[in-house]
């Protein structure tokens, strides 16, 4: 079967930010800087309560008076929990953006031709076609959102495929997802 479909910049983006999601080393350095940033909260936490609290001794005793800096930390460190996981992802999306920004590829043609024991992806950017075989085989992971599929064939490249192709009747589009999952069916597909 073979699909014609256009890449735009906001799927590439949408790829990006769903490889944030997935990808191992993002994954990681999530991690370190959800550890880095909550620590740098929580001890502006206490930083903050420690100059702003009354340092009179009428008001508390001097072991509240010590232990109340950290409590504050602590609230103030729960309470950014969500933004903090969330500043990574927004964080790389502004970074592709701006190093992207002047970038004049999109939208581009992709053709898809799927076969029974691969898929040949031609890409067409500026008069200049780059085609790559992809056995199923070697497709690792598969993600979506509400627009596109997916299909990891390497850490960091995946094929995108539009959930619903305007070039495709209903039934085409239904037969091409069948065939997707047909195929992604018979090997461990890591949906994380």
Do not use: C
């Amino acid at each position: 079967m073979g699909v014609e479909y256009q890449i735009s910049f906001e799927d590439f983006m949408a790829l990006q930010k769903d490889y944030v999601k997935r990808g191992k080393i993002h994954r990681i350095k999530a991690n370190i800087l959800f550890v880095l940033l909550t620590a740098m909260v929580f001890l502006s936490g206490i930083i903050v309560s420690i100059l702003v609290l009354p340092q009179s001794a009428y008001l508390m005793s001097f072991t509240s008076y010590q232990l109340l800096p950290i409590f504050i930390g602590i609230i103030l460190a729960a309470l950014m929990i969500r933004p903090v996981k969330k500043f990574y992802a927004f964080a790389i999306g502004l970074q592709l953006k701006f190093m992207l920004r002047n970038d004049k590829r999109w939208p581009h043609d992709v053709i898809l031709h799927i076969h029974e024991t691969f898929i040949d992806l031609t890409v067409i950017r500026e008069k200049m076609n780059t085609t790559t075989q992809i056995a199923w085989e070697s497709i690792k992971m598969m993600g979506e959102d509400g627009k596109n599929l997916y299909l990891y064939y390497e850490e960091a490249e995946a094929i995108i495929v539009p959930k619903s192709n305007p070039a495709l009747n209903e039934s085409e589009n239904r037969i091409l997802h069948d065939l997707i999952n047909q195929h992604l069916n018979r090997h461990v597909v890591n949906e994380k």
